[in-house]
C-alpha cells in the first residue's frame, strides 16, 4: 500500500521536510518551527538519527568505516524511523505539539529506491511497522545538485552522502522528483533565500 501524503488541514499532523543533502532542510525546519511557535502554537524539530538514544547509536553504526548488508542497513533506518515515531512523536502529538521532522519518508524511500529496493517493498515494510495513521504533509525542497554540493562544501560538515559526488546527487534528486510527483507532495524551490523558500512552505501549510 503506497503511503499518501497528507493534504488535510496540517494541525499537529506530521510535518516532514526532505530534499538532497544541501537543499537547506535543517534551517527550514528550525524556521518553520519558529513560525509555527508565533502563530499557532507549540512545536518541535525532530530527527531520526539524533532524537532518541536509539537513532544516535544506530548513527555511529552507520557511519562506521565498515561494509554493512543493503538489508542491515535498511532495518537500521527503519528502527531510527519506529522509535522516533512510537517514543518521541506519538507523545508530542498527544500534548498538542506540532512535529516537524528533519528528513522523513522521502530520504527513506529514496534512498532505498536508489539501492534498488521497489517502492512496493518499501511501501510494505513502512504500512507494517508504523503506525496506522502515519501519513505526513512532506514538504520536497527541489535544489540543483551543483547548488547542494556548495552548501555542503561551505559547511565544512560533509558526512557519509556528501562525499559521493555530483552524479550521485543528481540521482538522488531525480527520485525525490519522481516520488514526490507520484505521491502528490508538495514541491518548493529551494534555490533562493532562506527567507524566500520559508515563505514558500508557509504559504503550502496555510
Given at each position: 500500500m503506497m503511503i499518501e501524503a497528507s493534504q488535510a488541514d496540517t494541525t499537529h499532523k506530521q510535518i516532514e521536510i526532505d530534499g538532497i543533502d544541501g537543499c537547506g532542510k535543517t534551517t527550514q525546519c528550525l524556521m518553520l518551527a519558529d513560525w509555527w511557535k508565533e502563530n499557532r502554537g507549540e512545536a518541535r524539530v525532530v530527527k531520526e538519527l539524533s532524537s532518541t538514544k536509539l537513532g544516535r547509536d544506530i548513527r555511529t553504526i552507520l557511519m562506521g568505516n565498515y561494509a554493512i548488508s543493503r538489508a542491515a542497513e535498511m532495518n537500521l533506518f527503519l528502527a531510527s524511523k519506529v522509535e522516533l515515531q512510537y517514543a518521541v512523536i506519538s507523545t508530542l502529538r498527544e500534548a498538542n505539539v506540532q512535529t516537524i521532522s528533519d528528513r522523513g519518508l522521502g530520504s527513506f524511500l529514496t534512498y532505498f529506491r536508489s539501492l534498488d529496493y521497489t517502492e512496493a517493498e518499501l511501501d510494505a515494510v513502512i504500512s507494517q511497522h508504523m503506525p496506522a495513521d502515519y501519513s505526513p504533509t512532506v514538504m520536497y525542497i527541489d535544489v540543483d545538485p551543483t547548488i547542494a554540493i556548495a552548501r555542503t562544501l561551505a559547511r565544512g560538515d560533509q558526512g557519509r552522502f556528501d562525499t559521493q559526488g555530483i552524479e550521485y546527487y543528481e540521482r538522488i534528486r531525480a527520485?525525490?522528483?519522481?516520488?514526490?510527483?507520484?505521491?502528490?507532495w508538495t514541491t518548493i524551490d529551494g534555490s533562493g533565500t532562506p527567507e524566500d523558500v520559508n515563505m514558500q512552505i508557509i504559504e503550502a501549510i496555510k
Open positions: 527520485l525525490y522528483m519522481d516520488i514526490s510527483r507520484q505521491r502528490g
